[in-house]
């Protein structure tokens, strides 16, 4: 019988095609191709059988006359089955930096547009290489159409949020995950119970976009490792080629995972990369933008167009205000969330969006009002990482009306407040009431602020308590890369103890951030692992660790399952009230039918913060219920290394109990019964390094 790659051994004839839509379209009785190259002068169209072919098939030329409609090339292959895969060649004045035109024409590019793609023969160095032709490419993948179902519109909001930030390669990756296919989007479905378990609503995906994992430094490469976490993206409408179990079906095993998902009460959030490119600057790899729209997609130095500026510290920056990039990043995020149910993204490096084609500062960029105004992104969550490496930042007043912001400022202040720095009361109170200072002038709301103390770039939870300074040796970079800044503590160790006090205060530590994040008004967002104390070994720059460092070890120790179980139980209690998830900023004032203010701020003594005491390391709050029945809770946050007494406020024909007690042995220190939690009147004892939350009944 005749093999799939036989049949394609021969010519398929063509037309002339349609530059809508752009990229390869399988429609009835054959696929169109589309690809835009405003220089090219000729075009070529190379076929390959299948991933594993070393050569095409058969190579279609394009014409000015018949292919070509304004800067769109075009061609109709007919019945070419799906699965096969392609790449262009360009012909032309293309202006390749580093290359000449003929070096260029000889390239084989990848479609921007792809929806799928093959790493099978990809070199990086080959790709860079000015005088290397042949087959060392990425190829594309003419992937088979979705079936999608119907979804309705809907507008979904971080109200409610519960952010849990994971890789999709290393939460199954270990071999203690036990899945079948680990380190694919197959291998997180089979772990969706632990997240439904956990009780997060949202996962955040760092970059699922295909990226080139050999864009590292040379010396990170003589140590045999790769690009880990994704941050360097080729190929941004194709989910990634390792991320799948069949490259070919790489559309269709996302949408099964999104829909898995769905179907668990969990949505999903992408972290994506379109401040750069993996084309890099002027050396880099000539992989597809360089050829196809050089002057257009990148930002240009116009006093010398073989340079690229760069505020990304990735060597180029995307021209993203440009008319045609704008509208690339638009129907590609509107592909993501219209045809793979994507609930929304998060932007690195977002600041970038904010800059014109000379990397000016705009005071009203048109990318990130465009999106807000776009019928399908204007329903679904926009987040911004608001900064970029060129020094723009713009936490507090990024462009546009309903942009999220990752909060740097609150992850500084948290980390700062429970290592024990004194005088911070005031900025601490205003971070954990939604930061209102931020977000409030300009009619934004709480759940503009995306609140973390962790994220994948820094320390984890279990290394911000346990080492002062990064160990950053393992990335061949003598520990000269990763942030010197990390505002952390080691709790009187660094690294690994046997010392069981001074372990005992971690997990406090530990506990402690956890309670406060999950005790703040805004978005709060865990670092997948943090709630088992994961560590990776002081690394707070693992982008290239594709191993045990980075990876999810499913085998909980006693203190891992200890520290499971208190998160849990702090997610279900945020959940079980209103009132840590206001729609509106804290007043001070009692709402709509409520006898007590929506909040009350306290010292030692009750109504007596200390916001301007240079030494204090203590403040309380009180916060009545949002809704009908709902309890009020008292918050004690004692970062001071001895024990104090908080006044309580006076309930009327009711008491306080003690729910949470960070200081506490497991399971002492969160109760979920509040039948069986201890009462409390007139003040409580609250050790020192601890956070106590008592609830009324």
């Not at 990756?173 to 949202?202: D, M, W």
């Not at 009692?590 to 003594?605: F, L, M, S």
């Amino acid at each position: 019988m005749e093999s799939s790659e036989a049949r394609l051994r021969r010519s398929y004839g063509t037309q002339p095609g349609s530059r809508f839509p752009i990229g390869a379209t399988v429609v009835q009785g054959g696929v169109n191709f589309c690809t835009f190259c405003r220089h090219a002068t000729r075009v070529e169209l190379l076929l390959y059988a299948s991933e594993e072919s070393a050569e095409p098939f058969q190579i279609v030329t394009l014409t000015l006359d018949a292919n070509r409609t304004y800067f769109f090339w075009h061609v109709f292959v007919e019945a070419l089955p799906p699965r096969c895969c392609y790449t262009w060649r360009a012909h032309g004045p293309l202006c390749v930096p580093q290359m000449s035109d003929e070096a260029a024409s000889r390239k084989e590019l990848l479609d921007p547009h792809a929806r799928g793609v093959s790493d099978r023969f990809y070199e990086r160095r080959h790709a860079a290489g000015a005088d290397t032709a042949g087959h060392a490419s990425l190829r594309a993948i003419v992937t088979e159409p979705l079936d999608l179902p119907d979804e309705g519109i809907d507008v979904r909001t971080l109200d409610d949020a519960i952010i849990y930030e994971l890789h999709v390669g290393g939460f199954t990756r270990h071999p203690s995950s036990g899945v079948r296919h680990p380190g694919t989007f197959a291998g997180l479905i089979e772990k969706i119970p632990y997240l439904k378990a956990l009780g997060v609503t949202h996962v955040e995906l760092l970059p699922v976009m295909a990226f080139d994992e050999q864009d590292i430094p040379a010396a990170a490469v003589a140590r045999g490792l790769r690009n880990y976490w994704g941050y360097s993206t080729h190929s941004f409408y194709s989910p990634h080629p390792r991320y799948c179990v069949e490259p070919a079906r790489a559309p269709q095993e996302f949408r099964q995972l999104v829909d898995a998902l769905h179907a668990a009460g969990i949505r999903i959030l992408l972290d994506v990369v379109f401040n750069h490119t993996s084309e890099a600057g002027k050396e880099g790899p000539l992989i597809h933008f360089k050829a196809f729209a050089n002057e257009a997609f990148y930002q240009i130095d116009t006093n010398d167009v073989r340079h690229y500026r760069d505020y990304t510290g990735c060597g180029n920056t995307v021209n993203c205000n440009h008319p045609l990039v704008s509208a690339f990043i638009m129907r590609c995020l509107e592909y993501w969330v219209r045809e793979l149910g994507v609930d929304g993204f998060r932007f690195d490096l977002a600041s970038v969006f904010a800059r014109g084609e000379q990397g000016e500062l705009l005071r009203t960029p048109p990318l990130p009002w465009a999106m807000e105004a776009s019928p399908v992104l204007a329903r679904v969550p926009l987040i911004a990482e608001a900064w970029d490496a060129g020094g723009l930042y713009h936490v507090g007043a990024f462009p546009g009306m309903a942009w999220s912001e990752w909060n740097g400022r609150y992850r500084d202040v948290i980390r700062r407040f429970v290592r024990g720095d004194a005088g911070l009361v005031g900025e601490v109170c205003t971070c954990i009431a939604g930061s209102a200072d931020l977000y409030q002038d300009d009619g934004r709301l709480p759940a503009n602020s995306i609140n973390f103390v962790t994220c994948h770039d820094g320390f984890t939870l279990n290394d911000l308590v346990s080492y002062d300074a990064k160990h950053n040796e393992a990335n061949g970079d003598e520990n000269r890369d990763g942030s010197n800044d990390n505002l952390s503590w080691n709790c009187g160790a660094e690294g690994e103890t046997g010392d069981a006090a001074i372990i005992g205060l971690r997990h406090r530590q530990a506990r402690n951030f956890m309670a406060i994040l999950l005790l703040s008004q805004g978005v709060p967002m865990l670092l997948a692992g943090d709630e088992i104390l994961r560590s990776q070994r002081g690394n707070n720059n693992a982008y290239c660790q594709d191993n045990a460092v980075s990876w999810m070890d499913w085998r909980l120790s006693a203190d891992a399952e200890d520290m499971l179980r208190f998160v849990g139980e702090m997610i279900a209690l945020r959940k079980r009230h209103a009132s840590l998830r206001r729609r509106r900023f804290l007043t001070g004032l009692a709402e709509g039918g409520q006898t007590h203010p929506d909040v009350a701020w306290h010292g030692e003594r009750l109504h007596e913060p200390a916001w301007h005491d240079g030494g204090a390391r203590f403040v309380a709050l009180t916060l009545a219920g949002r809704t009908p029945g709902e309890a009020m809770l008292h918050i004690v946050f004692n970062m001071n290394d001895d024990a104090r007494d908080a006044a309580l406020p006076v309930l009327d024909g009711q008491a306080w109990r003690r729910i949470v007690d960070t200081s506490a042995e497991a399971p002492g220190d969160i109760v979920p019964d509040i039948e069986t939690a201890a009462v409390e009147r007139g003040a409580c004892r609250v050790e020192g390094r601890s956070v106590v939350v008592l609830e009324s009944r």
